[in-house]
């Protein structure tokens, strides 16, 4: 298994603290980074290999990773037209890295570490969602038809609709599916939109099925709102989750 940490984007809605440097090297406590956490727990679940994607300050946040991830051999992905494409297409820029059953994490996820255990040990092709929790008004949504995840975007609303979080784990045969289609996407120019547009092109093709967060930490940090929330909840639970 690899893992593919997304790393790409501006972190515009953070303020001054991507000033000068990215969203994932954020301090969410004991130490911790966003990113420094996320490595910790690949390590702890026997990850070895992730390649990462990156935008602006690369040469910052890779010298951070390495310091942070010594058990884990990475490869680094520039996206150099980060500004103006979304992450569908520093995926495509990491297509032929990606040749293994992949565990996708988005490098503003701050996660249980339940959660990575739970997505590193499934069979399936999984994505976190939580049912538990209202739909948000501008963040991801699943879509669910038959217990499979039929479609994953903002833009889904209804009882057949749950919260989701782009903490994925893929079956090689499933992720390449997917990696085609955006392979597609960027051919035609379609470089701005979320990578799921291609995902919910195939997903008749792919059994993509929700893993239960049942009220799990497992949340982006788009803003300085969200990353002081985020912070609270893994301060509170550090002693129990450092173990």
């Not at 969602?129 to 008004?137: G, I």
């Not at 955006?182 to 792919?206: H, P, Q």
Request: with cysteine; charged share 25%; glycine share 6%.
């Amino acid at each position: 298994m690899k893992a593919l940490l997304l790393n790409s984007g501006l972190g515009s809605r953070m303020g001054a603290l991507t000033k000068s440097l990215p969203k994932c090297m954020c301090q969410i406590g004991y130490g911790h980074t966003i990113i420094s956490w996320q490595l910790e727990m690949l390590r702890r679940n026997g990850v070895r290999e992730a390649v990462v994607t990156t935008g602006p300050f690369a040469d910052l946040l890779e010298e951070h990773i390495l310091t942070h991830g010594s058990e884990i051999e990475f490869i680094f992905v520039n996206n150099p037209v980060y500004s103006e494409t979304n992450y569908i297409y520093s995926m495509y820029l990491a297509k032929d890295y990606l040749d293994a059953d992949i565990l996708l994490l988005h490098g503003d996820l701050v996660i249980d570490p339940d959660v990575i255990t739970d997505l590193v040990s499934e069979k399936r092709s999984i994505v976190t969602v939580d049912s538990l929790v209202p739909l948000p008004e501008k963040d991801f949504k699943a879509k669910l038809k038959n217990g499979r995840i039929e479609a994953v975007g903002i833009e889904f609303f209804g009882k057949e609709s749950v919260a989701c979080q782009p903490a994925y784990k893929f079956l090689y045969m499933d992720f390449q599916k997917w990696m085609e289609e955006i392979a597609n996407f960027c051919s035609r120019g379609e470089t701005k939109v979320y990578a799921e547009n291609a995902l919910n092109n195939i997903s008749d093709k792919i059994a993509l099925y929700p893993l239960e967060l049942n009220n799990r930490l497992c949340n982006e940090i788009d803003n300085i709102n969200d990353l002081k929330l985020v912070s609270n909840i893994f301060k509170k639970h550090y002693d129990k989750w450092r173990l």
